[in-house]
């Protein structure tokens, strides 16, 4: 299946959308899919629904959360700096000596992290990993001067543009999950314009990195047969990564199967079988008690609703640096095309 090449993707993981704050990026998403789908719907807190009808009586939520994890100013001292706190599983390691953006109402305003130079550093201290202990300098005088230009609860974010690496691998700050955002509205295009059995729901929804919030909204407002959650797997073949906590995730392995918990055995096996159909090669991951993401929340809240986490494997998670190989992106869009098409025919 050819995928679309109109710059979404790029487009996605520059617009900045902190859990809390993802207008938009949402809008982003929904501008593109509106026109190609039967439907959009949204709710007041910007998840979104595009909606493609089928000839039968199945339906199938595809979802991804549009969210990423990130800062928010959380006072300004009398020096004018700012002092932030972590939004999501974000670590203050990654942002110490970053230039960042504060998305202030007006405009974004640039910011740099403070780090104290080796030559000055207390070594038996603090490193910094606690977000909470960050300090923002925006160049103010003083903070009368700094409240004229950013505000108490502004988002932040590290100022780092996606980067394309050898061997069609990219770089970025929130693969997680605007590719799984990517790969439900590529499967959302495709599904509108073939003929199929399936209504398919695709969902964005927001608030993921924060305690799955959106995932709790959408639950309540749509009757579905079958959930397919796109989200990150975390990949264990970077060097700091300990395969000893989990098994072992390859970039350029393949889409990431979850098992166990709340994953359904029936749909386990349907995209195994849809692997083999399209002659791709898929991981298996064990998730015995949950997957952290989306999937969690479908499959408790919805009722006895079959659903499966599908991942991308991605290096280096919540941090300005994720990586991702655009081989496995492409493939989980075809497995899942050939998914819903197999559900579609046979049911579940």
Known sequence: ??????????????????????????????????????????????????????????????????????????????????????????????????????????????????????????????????????????????????????????????????????????????HDNRIGAYVVAEVVRHAAVTTTETTVLGVSTVQEEIGRRGAEMVTAEYDVDAVIVVDAAIATDAPAAPTAVGNEITLGGGPVVARGGGNHQRLVTAARSAADSIDRSIQLQATPVGTGTDADVFAAACGPVPTLHLGFPTRNLHTPVEVVDRSDVETTVELLAELLSTIGADGL
């Open 1 to 174: 299946m050819e995928l679309e090449r109109d710059g979404l993707l790029d487009e996605l993981l520059e617009t900045p959308g902190v859990s809390g704050y993802e207008s938009r990026c949402q809008r982003v998403w929904i501008d593109h899919v509106t026109g190609r789908v039967d439907a959009v719907e949204t709710d007041p807190y910007d998840n979104a629904v595009a909606r493609v009808d089928g000839d039968g009586s199945t339906t199938v939520a595809v979802t991804s959360h549009i969210d990423a994890v990130g800062y928010v100013v959380r006072r300004i001292d009398d020096r004018g700096y700012l002092h932030v706190g972590g939004v999501g599983a974000v670590d203050g390691v990654c942002a110490r000596g970053q230039r960042v953006t504060v998305h202030a109402a007006d405009d974004d305003v640039t910011g740099v992290v403070v780090h104290t130079p080796t030559e000055m550093r207390d070594w038996s201290a603090t490193q910094l990993t606690d977000p909470t202990e960050l300090r923002i300098d925006i160049g103010a005088h003083d903070r009368a001067d700094a409240r004229t230009r950013v505000a108490v609860g502004d988002p932040v974010t590290i100022a780092a543009e996606p980067a394309t690496l050898a061997n069609g691998r990219i770089a970025a700050r929130c």
